[in-house]
Every structure is written in structure tokens, then in C-alpha cells.
């Protein structure tokens, strides 16, 4: 999820210095009080940014939660890379374990996906965010394929889904918390599944397009 960057792909200055403050301000802001509770008065005194500059480059809050959310799009992250695709997609299903569940950290990841649900302009934040997130994770089913493990034509989107969504379901549908056992039975399961064929084209169709 979402979470304070130190360094950006964007050059730095003036202008990038105030666009980070008020941004990692606005994302401590969500995770301590919520979308709910978030106004831009409190991130100009939290990140030092005048509210007049806030107001004037995003507009409201929700702006300033879109614009945060999407900075996790700028961060340097790769998938695992431990030998085989059971190995990749645990790696994976550990890191949102340990971001959901740890003291410190769960906060602001819960908050953005809350946040998804109030604003539309979250929503679409965060769908990109996780658009990003699934494009890096494909290296983990492209390696896979590349070591015979699963078969030409598997969809790496899907794969990373079906390892993925159980934790979620755990988290948010069915509130039973989740433990670094499921994950690794989830990964598990959709590796055993990809190996099994399930997520390529068959009989003339086309297997589901990334989103």
C-alpha cells in the first residue's frame, strides 16, 4: 500500500520539496485519523505547506488523498525473487501480511482502502496504484514460465489475484485476520493452479485482461 516515500522518480527543487511534505503529510494524516476526519487546514499544519498552496494544486482533501495515494506508484519496489513461483508469490503474500496486520504499519494501508470506498478519486488512486503493483509482480510468473514451471500463456495478473485475494477476503470480508500460514497456503494454491494450467486461454478464448 501506499506509504511514506524518501526518494521519487521526479527532480528535485523547491516545488517537488513542498509537493513532498504536503503529500507524506496527508498520508500520516490518513492513517492516523481517516479520510473522514482529514481536511487540508490540518495538512498545512502538519507539513508546514500554507493552505492557500494546497488549495490552489489540489483543490479539497480528497485531492490531496488522490495525489498521496498515488505516490506509491513512485516508490522503488520489486516482487521476490527465491527460485520458484511458490517461493515468489509467499514473498508477495508476506509483505501484505506484514503491512495489514503489523502496529504502525497497518494503519495507513487500511485507511487508503477505506478512503477507496468514500472517494471516487481514491478509488481511482489506488486502482492505480495496484495497476502498477501488478504490472512489477508479472516478473514473478514471467520467470516462472521462463523456468518451465508454468505453462506459455499464463496470465501473470490473474496468477498474483488468486494469491493475493484470499488475504483481502480475510482482511475485509470476512474480518478473521490472517496469519503467515494462509499466506503460504494461498500462494500455494495459485501456484498449483498456474502449474495445472488454470490461468491461460483455452478452447478459443482469451485468458482475463490485466485491470
Given at each position: 500500500?501506499?506509504?511514506?516515500?524518501?526518494?521519487?522518480?521526479?527532480?528535485?527543487?523547491?516545488t517537488?520539496?513542498?509537493?513532498?511534505?504536503?503529500?507524506?503529510?496527508?498520508?500520516?494524516?490518513?492513517?492516523?485519523?481517516?479520510?473522514?476526519?482529514?481536511t487540508?487546514e490540518?495538512?498545512?499544519?502538519?507539513?508546514?505547506v500554507?493552505?492557500?498552496?494546497?488549495?490552489?494544486?489540489?483543490?479539497s482533501?480528497?485531492?490531496?488523498?488522490?495525489?498521496?495515494?498515488?505516490?506509491g506508484?513512485?516508490?522503488?519496489?520489486?516482487?521476490?525473487?527465491?527460485?520458484?513461483?511458490e517461493?515468489?508469490?509467499?514473498?508477495?503474500?508476506?509483505?501484505?501480511?506484514?503491512?495489514?496486520?503489523?502496529p504502525?504499519?497497518?494503519?495507513l494501508?487500511?485507511?487508503?482502502?477505506?478512503?477507496a470506498?468514500l472517494?471516487?478519486r481514491?478509488?481511482?488512486?489506488?486502482?492505480?496504484?495496484?495497476?502498477?503493483?501488478?504490472?512489477?509482480?508479472?516478473?514473478?510468473?514471467?520467470r516462472?514460465?521462463?523456468?518451465?514451471?508454468v505453462?506459455?500463456?499464463t496470465?501473470?495478473v490473474?496468477?498474483?489475484?488468486?494469491?493475493?485475494g484470499?488475504i483481502?477476503?480475510r482482511?475485509?470480508?470476512?474480518?478473521?485476520?490472517?496469519?503467515?500460514?494462509d499466506?503460504?497456503?494461498?500462494?500455494?494454491?495459485?501456484?498449483?493452479?498456474?502449474?495445472?494450467?488454470v490461468?491461460t486461454?483455452?478452447?478459443?478464448?482469451?485468458?482475463?485482461?490485466p485491470?
Open positions: 500500500m501506499a506509504t511514506e516515500i524518501s526518494g521519487t522518480k521526479r527532480p528535485g527543487g523547491r517537488e520539496r513542498t509537493r513532498l511534505a504536503a503529500l507524506n503529510a496527508t498520508l500520516e494524516l490518513l492513517g492516523e485519523r481517516g479520510y473522514a476526519e482529514l487540508v490540518a495538512v498545512a499544519e502538519r507539513s508546514g500554507h493552505k492557500t498552496t494546497l488549495y490552489r494544486r489540489w483543490e482533501a480528497e485531492g490531496l488523498v488522490a495525489a498521496a495515494l498515488q505516490m506508484t513512485e516508490q522503488e519496489w520489486a516482487a521476490p525473487d527465491t527460485g520458484s513461483l517461493g515468489d508469490l509467499r514473498g508477495i503474500n508476506l509483505e501484505l501480511v506484514h503491512y495489514f496486520t503489523s504502525g504499519e497497518r494503519e494501508p487500511t485507511a487508503s482502502i477505506s478512503a470506498f472517494s471516487a481514491a478509488a481511482d488512486a489506488l486502482r492505480e496504484f495496484y495497476v502498477d503493483r501488478h504490472a512489477r509482480s508479472a516478473a514473478v510468473v514471467d516462472a514460465v521462463e523456468r518451465g514451471e505453462p506459455e500463456g496470465d501473470p490473474e496468477v498474483v489475484r488468486v494469491a493475493c484470499p483481502f477476503y482482511l475485509f470480508v470476512s474480518r478473521e485476520g490472517v496469519t503467515p500460514e499466506a503460504g497456503v494461498a500462494a500455494k494454491a495459485a501456484a498449483a493452479a498456474a502449474k495445472a494450467g490461468f486461454a483455452t478452447d478459443g478464448g482469451t485468458a482475463a485482461p485491470a
